[in-house]
């Protein structure tokens, strides 16, 4: 049977058709949607993250294995996305002004939905007039804002900003995310919470929300 060491490896070398075949063997193969993700999709995209820092893959092999990832996730997405249940709430997500990766946010968004929330995404490069925008438009209990440059995760503080100057920040939990970010940013930048992880966004939205 396929194993998560091929998916990973295929998730390295960009190789989508590979990763949707292998994902596809695990699925009818029984393993748990979740642990298809962590142990191959994720593992993967992390061996990619860590060569792309060492000058050893270049953006566009970057892509090309981001892209085979999601692949992948497309096809475990229905798995763990439970159609049936009643809103949790609805959680508007969005990457920061001047910032293109949405994996990371993208992931947020399935665990989320699979959990019962509502997600409406706004995408990436989002600025903070565009955030407030879509709060008014929305209206969600929970905006969550991603970042993965140490550049543009700032934008987080210029949005609460913004929304305290258009009297909506009360309207609204925000929660901040991102490898970058920590605890203290996401406190200096008067967010309601920041997350670690996918799961840890899911529990904050819960505790937030109780
Ligand atoms: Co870029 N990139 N990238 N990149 N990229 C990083 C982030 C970097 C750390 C790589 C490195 O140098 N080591 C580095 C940032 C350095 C820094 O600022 N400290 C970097 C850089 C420098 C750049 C460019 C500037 C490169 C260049 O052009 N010279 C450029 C910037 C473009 C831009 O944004 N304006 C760039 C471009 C790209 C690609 C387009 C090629 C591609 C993005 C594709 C896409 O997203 N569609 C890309 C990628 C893929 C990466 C790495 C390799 C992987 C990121 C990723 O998807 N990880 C990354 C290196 C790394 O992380 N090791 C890197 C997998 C993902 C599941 O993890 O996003 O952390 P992550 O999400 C986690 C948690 O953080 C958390 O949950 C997720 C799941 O557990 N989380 C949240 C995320 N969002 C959350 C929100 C929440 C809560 C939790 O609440 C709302």
Do not use: W
């Not at 000058?55 to 566009?60: K, N, S």
């Not at 475990?76 to 609805?90: E, F, R, T």
């Not at 550049?151 to 901040?176: A, C, F, P, S, Y």
Request: hydrophobic letters at 45%; glycine letters at 10%; aromatic letters at 4%.
């Amino acid at each position: 049977m396929a194993n998560f060491e091929e998916l990973t490896k295929s998730v390295i070398s960009g190789n989508a058709t590979k990763v949707k075949e292998i994902t596809k063997a695990l699925i009818d193969g029984g393993v748990a949607p979740l642990d298809i993700i962590n142990q191959g999709l994720i593992a993967g995209m992390s061996v990619v993250g860590a060569r792309f820092k060492n000058g050893e893959m270049f953006v566009p092999e970057v892509l090309v294995a981001a892209r085979s990832m999601t692949a992948g996730i497309e096809l475990v997405k229905p798995l763990i996305a439970d159609q049936n249940m009643p809103s949790a709430g609805k959680v508007l997500l969005g990457t920061v002004k001047g910032d293109l990766h949405d994996i990371g946010k993208n992931l947020v968004g399935m665990m989320l939905e699979s959990r019962g929330y509502t997600i409406i995404n706004a995408g990436m490069d989002i600025s903070p007039e565009k955030f407030v925008q879509e709060i008014r438009a929305h209206k969600p209990d929970v905006l969550g804002m991603c970042a993965l440059l140490t550049t543009t995760m700032l934008h987080m503080k210029d949005t609460i900003e913004l929304m305290k100057e258009e009297g909506i920040r009360d309207q609204v939990k925000v929660i901040v995310g991102g490898a970058p970010l920590s605890q203290d940013f996401a406190d200096e930048a008067g967010a309601d919470g920041y997350a670690q992880d996918a799961a840890s966004a899911v529990d904050l939205c819960n505790r937030l929300l109780a």
